[in-house]
């Protein structure tokens, strides 16, 4: 299994361009958050007041993958997963509906926008997305952008 310096440089070197970095830092955290809503939209049973679900039943797993490379990045991811946790459940229950939208119309709608953009950054970029060649590449993209956040305010990242 790689290290998490081998996984951050890896996908690093498919990002270098200035604006690319600034479309990553947009639509990374967008992307994450709509993959929530659109994984809480799959019906399941209501599970402790609708907390546990398919978006909190794959996140531990993507939890799990995280813990192997580094505790303090699974502890951030941690955080964040319960805010956008909280926050789907927010839009679901105040904001959508008052807008005429489920929760899975509003991610799907942002999720495809945020796409388009990304892929535009890697035209910009003249790099393909990191996930052709690995899919994991896709859990990589929000510790990347959570690590030089923990460099910016001196937490080890490893």
């Known amino acids: 299994m790689k290290t998490i310096d081998e996984w951050l440089t890896l996908y690093g070197r498919d990002h270098q361009n200035p604006t690319n970095k600034l479309i990553h830092w947009i639509c990374v955290p967008v992307i994450l ?3 929530f809503g659109l994984l ?3 019906p399941f049973p209501v599970i402790a007041d ?3 679900n398919v978006a909190t ?3 531990v797993f993507a939890l799990a993958f995280y813990f192997r490379l580094s505790f303090p990045i699974f502890a951030g991811m941690v955080l964040i997963g319960a805010l956008f946790l909280w926050a789907n459940r927010f839009l679901a229950s105040s ?3 008052h807008i005429g939208l489920n929760l899975w119309q509003f991610s799907v709608i942002v999720f495809v926008i945020a ?11 003249g790099q393909k997305p990191s996930f052709f060649e690995d899919l ?6 929000p510790i990347w ?4 956040l923990y460099k910016q305010i001196g937490i080890p990242y490893k």
């Open 95 to 97: 904001v959508l509906p």
């Open 50 to 52: 609708g907390w546990i």
């Open 145 to 148: 952008l959570l690590h030089f």
């Open 115 to 125: 796409w388009i953009f990304q892929f535009i950054g890697h035209k910009i970029e």
């Open 40 to 42: 809480m939209s799959i």
């Open 57 to 59: 039943i794959v996140f």
């Open 136 to 141: 994991q590449f896709l859990l990589i993209g």
């Open 33 to 35: 958050f709509t993959v």
